[in-house]
């Protein structure tokens, strides 16, 4: 157990949607990070927060935003949803927003 | 810019043998490199790490080599069980963005 938790595990959703993937970092960690997996694919970063504030942006649509919020929990949120945006989202933390990150188990998202 | 990626999509070895997966960076500015193993259906886990002032650090069954000359750098698995089967990522955290590598598969043979 890395101490991070993701929720939902599973989430099935139809195209037009919008959907909240929600991600508490281990206890004590600033840094939030969250990632786009793809069937057998990679591990695309999306975007990253540090206490509160967004420290780096990387290929995120303009269809997804996220926030980190005081208590240091982050949500991802994905509107409008297209067949290609199902996937597993990871969510990570780390303390200072450098050295080794913990991956929750993820969110599962199927757009139907 | 940044972009780290692997040599091999699917690595097969005996069990026993030892695996070396490989990697590849751009970034000459990247100083810190973390390996991560993923099962199927869960969450990458932390094997290793390297920083940019050393060259070879080991761990239980695990060393990590990292070339900067060429900006290459390696897992190599010790005595290769099935357990060690899954995707192994390296990724390069000199930006804040911890960028990762398509993937490595390794696959045990029995």
């Known amino acids: 157990d890395s101490g991070v938790t993701q929720t939902p595990k599973h989430l099935i959703t139809a195209t037009g949607q919008r959907v909240t993937l929600r991600c508490s970092p281990r206890s004590g960690d600033l840094s939030v990070y969250w990632y786009q997996q793809s069937l057998d694919q990679g591990l695309q970063f999306l975007i990253q927060?540090?206490?509160?504030?967004?420290?780096a942006k990387g290929n995120i649509l303009e269809r997804f935003s996220a926030q980190q919020f005081p208590d240091l929990h982050s949500e991802l949120n994905l509107s409008s949803l297209e067949l290609g945006d199902s996937a597993l989202y990871f969510c990570a933390s780390s303390f200072r927003g450098s050295g080794e990150l913990f991956f929750g188990e993820g969110s599962r998202l199927t757009v139907l | 810019g940044e972009n780290v990626g692997l040599h091999l999509p699917t690595l097969s070895v005996q069990e026993g043998d030892n695996s070396i997966i490989n990697c590849a960076y751009s970034n000459s500015a990247s100083d810190y490199f973390i390996w991560y193993k993923q099962e199927s259906g869960k969450g990458p886990q932390f094997i290793i790490d390297i920083r940019s002032n050393m060259d070879k650090r080991q761990g239980q069954r695990v060393t990590v080599l990292l070339n900067k000359t060429v900006k290459h750098l390696s897992l190599q698995i010790a005595a290769t069980q099935p357990g060690d089967s899954a995707v192994y990522f390296c990724a390069d955290s000199g930006t804040y963005k911890y960028i990762f590598g398509t993937g490595t598969r390794l696959k045990v043979l029995a």
């Open positions: 927060y540090y206490n509160g504030e967004e420290r």
